[in-house]
């Protein structure tokens, strides 16, 4: 299929800023890329490496990316993702890369997980909120503080919400072996659904897992792993997959297939973009993960403006099926 290719770049203030890996960011910006078939058809993308996530190279790289001269060898993981995205939004299952033609849109509630963000104090003010607005998963870092401090956290926060929450911990590698055990009588009274990335070492994660009983999910190590990969890893819970980080849409879909082949299933997660790589990330979780899998694209609500009208809107911690069809929506692009 022959398709032309525009590229437009977008800058959101954010509702405030955020220190991103010793960064502080103000705005969020990156590119929607705009793809029209043959046919009059449009699909939409979005291009959008994240300080303090993506490398600096990737950073740098990306606005001399040229369409005109595309050369799949040579994209970025970003570029990579915002064009898998524009050809899984274009609707023409036929200009579809494989696996995505495969792939079904379920139209269906897509349930989020709260994204706990901040001091202590902010994050049990969040916690209750996000119990109010109808959030069972709720989301927190772990491993930035002492841990007997963190801990007496964990503890605070569990006490403010009810039993039917859920919670998902992501250590981004933090924790270190002498000291992770300390944490285990608060996650014996939390309903913890998983600890992601508990260690460097994804391996010893697994075994931690397996001496302990606590879950751990995998996502900074897929990076560097190929789908078949994931065998060694048979008792992990869950793999979390970030689009923007690891290449696309299309690597994401054959890691989640290799996720089910060893009892483990997928959860899709955002990197603070824009309404349409959100919009993409729950049309692509309706199709990929389970009904009851809360999915992380909570960062969206961080964002003060967006290029997508009307805006996404979060009921009764979901976004509602009704809300997954493109054609409601009008984008803004520069």
Not at 24 to 45: C, N, P, Y
Not at 227 to 243: D, E, T
Request: glycine share 6%.
């Amino acid at each position: 299929m022959k398709a032309h290719i525009s590229v437009h770049s977008y800058s959101i203030p954010l509702v405030c800023p955020l220190d991103l890996a010793g960064e502080w960011i103000e705005s969020r910006e990156g590119w929607l890329v705009e793809l029209t078939s043959e046919t009059g058809q449009k699909g939409w993308g979005e291009i959008a490496p994240l300080p303090g996530a993506s490398s600096r190279g990737e950073l740098t790289a990306v606005p001399e990316w040229n369409p005109e001269l595309f050369d799949a060898e040579r994209v970025t993981p970003s570029v990579s993702c915002g064009l898998d995205m524009a050809f899984f939004n274009l609707g023409d299952r036929d200009a579809m890369p494989e696996p995505l033609r495969s792939l079904e849109v379920k139209p269906r509630d897509v349930p989020i997980n709260a994204l706990l963000l901040g001091d202590p104090e902010d994050m049990l003010l969040q916690a209750r909120a996000a119990q109010r607005e109808g959030f069972k998963t709720m989301k927190l870092k772990v491993g930035r503080r002492a841990p007997a401090a963190e801990i007496q956290v964990l503890y605070q926060i569990n006490q403010a919400v009810s039993d039917e929450v859920t919670f998902r911990l992501d250590a981004n590698r933090s924790w270190v072996p002498e000291e992770a055990d300390r944490y285990l009588d608060v996650l014996s009274e939390m309903n913890v659904e998983y600890v992601e990335e508990p260690f460097a070492d994804p391996h010893y994660s697994l075994s931690w897992s397996q001496r302990t009983g606590v879950p751990v999910a995998l996502d900074e190590s897929l990076r560097a792993l190929e789908p078949a990969a994931l065998h060694s890893y048979a008792g992990i819970r869950a793999i979390v997959l970030k689009p923007t980080l690891m290449g696309g849409l299309v690597r994401c879909a054959l890691f989640a297939e290799a996720a089910r082949d060893i009892g483990a299933y997928p959860v899709m997660s955002a990197m603070m973009e824009s309404g349409v790589g959100t919009l993409t990330y729950a049309r692509f979780a309706a199709a990929i993960c389970d009904p009851e899998t809360a999915v992380g694209l909570d960062t969206y609500r961080w964002l003060s403006d967006d290029v997508l009208s009307p805006r996404l809107q979060f009921k009764n911690g979901c976004l509602r099926a009704d809300q997954l069809d493109w054609q409601q929506y009008t984008i803004s692009a520069g």
